[in-house]
């Protein structure tokens, strides 16, 4: 540029330069020429230091890609029992060493109280965001006060589900985690705690703006309703913080522990592997839902009296649901696109479920396709008295159930099948298969339309993309208590065998 300038600095066209003789330069000193080499070594190592880490990522995401693009176009049968690639995956949610050690009770900015809502495993949604809501808020955690009065009117506290003490130890280096607020401190307030609902999805900022100065200036907070109110893409660590709060720190109690491996190792003695369906067909879901299933006016009398429970359900179309693939499968149908997958009728089947909409009538198609049926009434005989009056302890049995299973079938999109499934990814991508219901409902009416043969082919072909395959995972997709992408990681080439993850309630 210089030489396009005259003197004063202005610019003047190339057409008009005339190049003078240039001054004579002086010698560069030997100082200057070794501190420019050392500077071009310096930004040499830099960048061929930042392409070899970038290269790296990218041969690591080429050879993902390339791992499931050979998936992709394998149009074979795949193996119904087991992901060909879950060896290539493990969990993991252990803190970064930025991540520091929880503050302590006295130090900390108050006491959380929190107020769960719904049923089981809604609740367990709430309960992990909680942690994290505390250690967002440097706050001393109050154990959970669970829903007594939600649809399922169980009675059940913290401590007759979970293992409380388990639950304080485990988090204790993240949140300090205590049962009650001291008696001493409670009668020093001058106000009762203060209670509010935040909104649905807030993210860590709204509970730094919003809710910490009213933490700060009253120290005994409630959150009410607390059910996935946080949001879904948060910092990787606090993404960590709630793999460790569901995965690991929330173990059941010994006697619910016991007689749900009681149960597993029933159907073991039966059956070296077994499959798990989660129907969801209980009245409170089908209502819900505002789906039919053929039952005529009596069903729709009885399941829309149930819906009116739910004062700000909009009306819904059932045609329409079941066309955009909301409404679940019918336990025949269900039955039908299992064995179009390859299950033969002499696979033994777990099926966890509360109160069939229906009963045994509803049931039987299923039960003739797969005669080897159980149920956890069938299993446990005299063992379940103790717990027939309590709902969330019957999920945590079948939830326990399901989650040794070899394979487990949701039916539906509900808490349960959501928290499954993200923890079976977790556990090392057990498969876990999730009908395409979109596609599925039109095929299964057009059943008769077809030999079995080329219904079972079309079944295989939709089905695709929603057997729990690795590559299923997406950052940002769905909820992260069922895609906890976070908390899985790759293994290296090398290293194909084992698993980090361990059992069923962590270690």
Known sequence: MALFQHQNGSVVSNKHVFIRARP??????????????????????????HMASELERYSQRLARQSLFNLDESNKGPIDIWKSEYAKYFYGCSESSP???????????????LIAAS????????????????????????????????????????????????????????????????????MRSMEKPPYTMRVPRKSPPEFYLDQVLPILKRRHVLQLTKFDYRLANSIDEDLQKLRCRANFHALRFTKPIQELGQKLVM???????????VHLRLEPDMLAFSGCYFGGGDKERYELGEIRKRWETLPEIDAVAEWRRGKCPLTPHELGLMLRALG????????????????????????????????????????DLKPFLPYSSCLAAIDFIVCDESDVFVTNNKGNMAKILAGRRRYMGHKRTIRPNAKRLSPLL????????????????????????????????????????????????????????????QGK
């Open 266 to 276: 029933k159907m073991r003695e039966k059956a070296t592997r077994f499959i798990a």
């Open 98 to 112: 930025k991540f520091p050690d929880a503050i302590r009770e006295k130090e900390s900015n108050g006491y959380l």
């Open 445 to 504: 009416r057009e059943r008769d339309q077809m030999d079995w043969d080329t219904f079972a082919e079309k079944v295989r072909a939709v089905q695709r993309g929603f057997m729990g395959e690795p590559d299923e995972m997406r950052v940002g997709r769905g909820e992260f208590h069922e895609y906890p992408y976070s908390c899985i990681c790759q293994k290296p080439a090398s290293d194909t065998g084992g698993n980090e993850s361990g059992g069923h």
């Open 24 to 49: 004579q330069r002086k010698p560069i000193s030997t100082s200057v020429i070794c501190g420019m080499m050392l500077f071009c070594l310096g930004m040499i190592s830099l960048l061929t230091g």
């Open 343 to 382: 299950f033969e009728n002499d696979t033994y089947i777990y099926v966890a479920s509360g109160e069939i909409y229906g009963g045994e009538e509803t049931l039987a198609p299923l039960r003739d396709l797969f005669p080897n049926f159980y149920t956890k009434e069938m299993l446990a005989n005299e």
């Open 118 to 185: 719904g049923g089981l495993n809604q609740q367990r949604t709430g309960i992990s965001d909680a942690v994290v809501v505390a250690r967002i808020l440097n706050a001393t955690l109050v154990v959970p006060e669970l829903d007594h009065n939600s649809y399922w009117k169980d009675d059940s506290d913290f401590v007759n589900i979970f293992d409380v003490d388990w639950f304080i130890s485990y988090l204790a280096k993240d949140v300090t985690i205590v049962k009650r607020v001291p008696d001493k401190f």
